[in-house]
């Protein structure tokens, strides 16, 4: 059976050239970068390589990057680190409803521990508005943290405009661009980011690995204590391979991203269009445009579940993600797809498809193939598609 991965904002594998880089890291160049000899001065100048790559891919200074154990530390490092170090100037933070859970967690846990928390809505698109930003500022907020590119429906936030709005505030800003790093042309400078989190595991490195910018001048309390490494930022011998590896993830990302965008783009677009064609009752979820990460796509298919649609496509091969997790033992549908105005019922129907490297026209005549069969046959099952199809609904209800 043919096998699709369509799942790449959860993941990517690992690219072979960084493989290859990292297991020399493992097994022949070995030495921890804090040892004087030769063994760690040579693992050292690797490491410090792969921050070259990382600042590069950023517009960032090699100095203002803080490797972590992933996109969810930096996250806690970034928003707790900065609260804590601003806590005497104020205790409000400010983000959005659409944010990762590591973001929202962060942000919550502050809130039970004396901070206090505005979050910023979304329009039907999953946009934030600037004007939303601002007229939540108030005298003693210290944070903001807001996302580049959402990781469910590829949603683009104006980041620049508001990062110039918190500049001329003087209020920290943080943004996770775990989803968009790699993908579309970030510069920390223009935008005016103080802190920023990215990922390794998303963009063809290996999991376990992420980093934080942290500008000059700007302070962060460490979480871990230790050995001192990484400037005292964050403690513990270093995932020297990992790191080595997200390392030459960066430049690999960096030479294919415009070709790559360009060509998921149009993946993406034949897929959307195919299914809209196929399939009736499909209401695309986030951005129509431009504004939008090339390579995802969210739809919701009404009068089924997405996660019967999950479960029936892995059974023909094809991995995508689903905006609500009943396996998962939650059966509340996806916080993003709820802040943008969606009822629970379509939020529920609702499958993300997340390209990548691999991807080829045949994956998606394949989905295309199967997909409308699935679909047909889960409605078959639903008393409410009944109903539709014997027009006891009003048009109004069945859009
Ligand atoms: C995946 C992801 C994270 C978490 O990164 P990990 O490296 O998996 O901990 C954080 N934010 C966003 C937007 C993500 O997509």
Do not use: W
Not at 12 to 20: F, G, N, Q, R, S
Not at 135 to 156: C, F, Q
């Amino acid at each position: 059976m043919r096998r699709v991965y369509l799942d790449h904002s959860a993941t990517t594998p690992v690219d072979p050239e960084v493989a290859k880089l990292m297991m020399i890291y493992y097994t022949e160049q070995y030495g921890n970068p804090s040892s004087v000899h030769s063994f760690g001065r040579e693992t050292k100048a690797a490491l410090e390589n792969a921050r070259d790559s990382v600042a590069k891919l950023l517009g960032a200074e090699p100095s203002e990057i803080t490797f972590t154990s992933g996109g969810t530390e930096a996250d806690n490092l970034a928003i707790l680190g900065a609260a804590e170090a601003q806590s005497k100037k104020g205790k409000h933070i400010i983000t959005s409803a659409v944010e990762h859970h590591a973001v929202l967690e962060a942000c919550e846990f502050l809130a039970k521990n004396g901070y206090e928390l505005t979050v910023v809505p979304v329009d039907e698109e999953g946009l934030i508005s600037v004007a939303e930003v601002e007229k939540a500022i108030r005298p003693d907020t210290i944070l903001i943290s807001i996302m580049h590119a959402n990781n469910e429906v590829g949603t683009i936030q104006p980041i620049a405009e508001i990062g110039k709005l918190a500049r001329e505030k003087g209020i920290i800003f943080h943004v996770d661009a775990v989803q968009s790093f790699g993908k579309i042309p970030i510069n920390v400078k223009s935008m005016n980011v103080d802190l920023m989190t990215v990922s390794s595991h998303k963009i063809y490195g290996p999991k376990g690995v992420g980093a934080l910018f942290i500008r000059r001048g700007v302070r962060v309390v460490p979480r871990i204590y230790g050995g001192g490494q990484e400037k005292k930022r964050r403690s513990g011998t270093e995932n020297t391979p990992g790191i080595i590896g997200f390392g030459k993830a960066c430049d690999l990302a960096a030479e294919r991203m415009e070709a790559e965008g360009i060509r998921q783009g149009q993946l993406r677009d034949k897929l959307l269009a195919g299914i809209m064609e196929k399939i009736d009752h499909v209401k695309l979820n986030g951005p129509r445009g431009e504004n939008r990460l090339p390579g995802n796509l969210n739809v919701s298919i009404q009068f089924v579940e997405g996660e019967a649609l999950l479960l029936s496509l892995d059974m023909m091969g094809i991995a995508v993600s689903s905006g609500s997790a009943c396996t998962s033992g939650s059966l509340d549908p996806s916080h993003v797809l709820l802040a943008m105005g969606l009822t629970h019922e379509i939020a529920h129907g609702s499958l993300r498809f997340s390209f990548g490297h691999q991807n080829t026209e045949e994956d998606v005549d394949y989905v295309l193939e199967q997909l409308p069969k699935i679909v047909d046959r889960l409605r078959m099952m639903s008393p409410l598609y009944d109903k539709v199809k014997h027009g006891q609904c009003s048009h109004a209800q069945a859009q």
